[in-house]
């Protein structure tokens, strides 16, 4: 199956990145790791992970504490936000 990062969550995730950088020098890289390794669960199992709202599934990132969400169509996964898990999701699609 396809996977596509909208420009709005590759936008999260460098924003989440420079921040990490800025925190401790390489975390980002880290950071960055963990994305790539949930990329992969996600492009293998999309179907494993839970609905947090219809048609909108949520994976979190281990160590970190920032969640993907994505949706399947069409054969298609298109990964939609990197959102901090204090955010509520509730609230991210009126964004």
């Not at 401790?24 to 790539?36: D, N, Q, V, Y």
Request: hydrophobic share 40%.
């Amino acid at each position: 199956m396809k996977l596509v990062v909208s420009t709005k969550a590759q936008r999260e995730i460098r924003n989440a990145t420079v921040w990490y950088e800025e925190q401790t020098r390489g975390l980002s890289a880290e950071f960055l790791r963990a994305i790539e390794l949930n990329l992969g669960y996600v492009q293998r199992n999309p179907l494993l992970f839970a609905e947090t709202l219809p048609g909108l599934r949520r994976i979190g990132l281990r160590r970190f504490p920032y969640s993907l969400f994505y949706r399947i169509r069409d054969e298609k996964i298109t990964v939609l936000a990197c959102l901090h898990q204090h955010r509520d999701p509730q609230d991210w699609p009126h964004n």
